[in-house]
Nanobody
Framework: QVQLVESGGGSVQAGGSLRLSCVAS????????MGWFRQAPGKEREGVAS????????????RYADSVKGRFTISRDNTKNTVSLQMNSLKPEDTAMYYC???????????????RGQGTQVTVSS
């Protein structure tokens, strides 16, 4: 059974930083696409970032939503089955529930990935 468990959410003032982590279990982590998406109250799910291995070049790739480019960084540690999201220069509009997600094949959008965690809340105050 695939399990994704997030941690690292919390409250921070605008301009601050948070680091989210997700530990995965139950499947072959290193060969999968991993990502984060978020959902704020009353809004649609928004893909934030993903990290995957290109099936054409076998090279690692990352992809980000325009709204977070230059501020967020996604990374993974295959030895620890962990994917992380470093969030810098946070803005009030980044406030949302953040979900870790995984999929065997598709690199984007993370909200459509097959597996997802329970989420961790991020609140940014102005």
């Amino acid at each position: 059974q695939v399990q994704l468990v997030e941690s690292g959410g919390g409250s921070v003032q605008a301009g601050g930083s948070l680091r989210l982590s997700c530990v995965a279990s139950g499947y072959s982590f290193s060969s999968n696409c991993m990502g984060w998406f978020r959902q704020a109250p009353g809004k649609e799910r928004e893909g934030v970032a993903s990290i995957y291995t290109s099936i054409y070049t076998s090279r690692g790739r990352t992809r980000y939503a325009d709204s977070v480019k230059g501020r967020f960084t996604i990374s993974r540690d295959n030895t620890k089955n962990t994917v992380s999201l470093q969030m810098n220069s946070l803005k009030p509009e980044d406030t949302a529930m953040y979900y870790c997600a995984a999929d065997p094949w598709i690199p984007w959008p993370p909200a459509a990935f097959r597996y997802r965690g329970q989420g961790t809340q991020v609140t940014v105050s102005s």
